[in-house]
């Protein structure tokens, strides 16, 4: 069951830039997204998330941003910190689905200083 | 800030022998979850509870897992009969009820290895 899928396992970034995760799904009845971050032996934590009607959500150095007809959505930081470094997670949510999430496989950031 | 508790954070079984891993979610909330990761895995949902009752739960969700939740603030899950699979990192979650909770907040998980 591929329905939220990370495609790069790993991103590197230097300090400063833009850093840009991606991730792809596959079911359109997904009403909402989110991205978590992930820090080892740590529970996943809120990051940022955007309805379905919507195509781009900004919250301080994170934006989201959602393409329907590509079945798309993008996290974007920026400017990229050394304390950014962490696993992210794109998860994906359907008001029919009583909260649960499905989540993709996550891509590790390192941003270098 | 409120935040969901785990424990213990770790758990070593040995094969067949059953585990108890314990959550307390935030207080107002409403909705629970167990969810798992295998490492170097995605994370898994294993099953959402609202109102004393399962309301979803998946294929990995089988028989020799159950979930309870005692009393007003712990949300429980058994396993009966440990395998070897099921060592993972297993999180608690839980979400208020109101428009936009749509988010879960995660426990720190409970890292279970079976022997």
């Known amino acids: 069951d591929q329905q939220v899928k990370q495609n790069s396992p790993s991103l590197s970034v230097q300090e400063g830039r833009i850093s840009i995760l991606n991730c792809d799904y596959t079911?359109?009845?997904?009403?909402?997204f989110l991205w978590y971050k992930k820090y080892p032996a740590e529970g996943p934590t809120f990051l940022i998330s955007?309805?379905?009607?919507?195509d781009k959500n900004e919250d301080g150095r994170f934006t989201v941003f959602l393409n329907k007809s590509a079945k798309h959505l993008s996290l974007h930081i920026v400017p990229s910190q050394p304390g950014d470094s962490a696993v992210y997670f794109c998860a994906a949510g359907d008001y029919n689905q009583g909260g649960k999430l499905i989540f993709g496989q996550g891509t590790e950031l390192s941003v270098k200083p | 800030e409120p935040e969901v508790t785990q424990t213990p954070s770790h758990q070593v079984t040995q094969m067949g022998q059953e585990v108890i891993l314990r959550c307390v979610p935030i207080?107002?909330?409403?909705?629970f979850y167990w969810y798992r990761q295998i490492l170097g895995q995605k994370v898994e949902f294993l099953v959402s509870?609202?109102?004393?009752?399962?309301?979803?739960k998946s294929e990995i969700f089988d028989d020799q897992f159950s979930v309870e939740r005692p009393d007003g603030s712990n949300f429980t899950l058994k396993i009966r009969s440990t395998k070897l699979e099921d060592s993972a990192m297993y999180f608690c979650?839980?979400?208020?009820?109101?428009?936009?909770?749509?988010?879960?907040?995660f426990g720190s998980g409970t890292q279970l290895s079976v022997l």
């Open positions: 079911n359109s009845m997904f009403d909402y």
């Open positions: 509870f609202y109102n004393n009752e399962i309301s979803e």
């Open positions: 979650a839980s979400r208020k009820r109101d428009h936009g909770g749509e988010k879960l907040f």
């Open positions: 207080s107002n909330h409403l909705y």
């Open positions: 955007i309805s379905s009607i919507k």
